[in-house]
């Protein structure tokens, strides 16, 4: 219903951690049968802070977790490429969403995938230079992960790099990569978790740009 169904809205189904359509996430199409939700974020099983406590956290779910999500992602957007307009944002979203192809009225376009988005709006939009973008590491999957767990580092700043594993407690557990780069797409695999609990991937690049991911390991 309005406002979400509106032709220059963003509409956003919710998504459990995999990505499979959440049951309680409004269906389209709208009354003029068009395709609605558009995109889809994560809504179901999201750790946020407990409303009925004040020290405490919890498991929470909602579209309303979903919009949210998709908003940072589009700030991430305009940051990056700041004369994007808004029909341009929801086209590149959209396109670069996990299943472009083939669109439904239960998750839309698909799942946002910011990285690809931001790649995309490259052939649009000028960068703005004072963000730099040297690599991108994307989310760790499986995650929680019993096995081995796989992250991908898409490289724009050809260099040396390190990748690293940290344990909660900051030490170090392994030496993933060590090197130099070509700017290209890495994918980075770990499985030598000692015991259950929470581990970081940590990246390194030129100049001493660094991204972490946070990691779960359960036995």
């Not at 990056?80 to 396109?95: G, H, N, R, S, T």
């Not at 940590?202 to 991204?211: E, I, L, N, R, S």
């Amino acid at each position: 219903s309005a406002p979400a169904d509106g032709d220059s809205v963003l509409a956003l189904a919710a998504v459990d951690s995999v990505g499979n359509y959440v049951s309680f996430s409004p269906q389209g199409p709208t009354a003029d049968f068009r395709i609605k939700p558009d995109v889809s974020a994560m809504g179901s099983f999201n750790w946020v802070a407990d409303p009925n406590t004040t020290n405490d956290y919890g498991y929470s779910g909602g579209t309303s977790f979903s919009c949210p999500a998709a908003a940072g992602a589009v700030a991430i957007l305009l940051q990056a490429y700041p004369d994007l307009e808004p029909v341009e944002l929801i086209q590149v979203l959209k396109e670069t969403a996990s299943h472009p192809d083939e669109p439904d009225n239960y998750t839309g376009w698909g799942v946002i995938d910011l990285p690809t988005a931001l790649l995309s709006a490259e052939a649009i939009a000028e960068p703005c230079e004072a963000i730099p973008l040297a690599f991108h590491v994307s989310a760790p999957r499986p995650n929680p992960f019993n096995g081995y767990v796989q992250a991908t580092v898409r490289v724009h700043r050809p260099g040396p790099y390190q990748v690293h594993i940290y344990n909660s407690l900051g030490r170090l557990e392994e030496v993933i990569h060590r090197g130099h780069w070509s700017e290209g797409v890495y994918n980075i695999h770990w499985s030598n978790a000692a015991a259950s609990g929470v581990y970081y991937l940590h990246v390194k690049a030129p100049q001493g740009d660094t991204q972490t991911r946070k990691l779960v390991f359960i036995r």
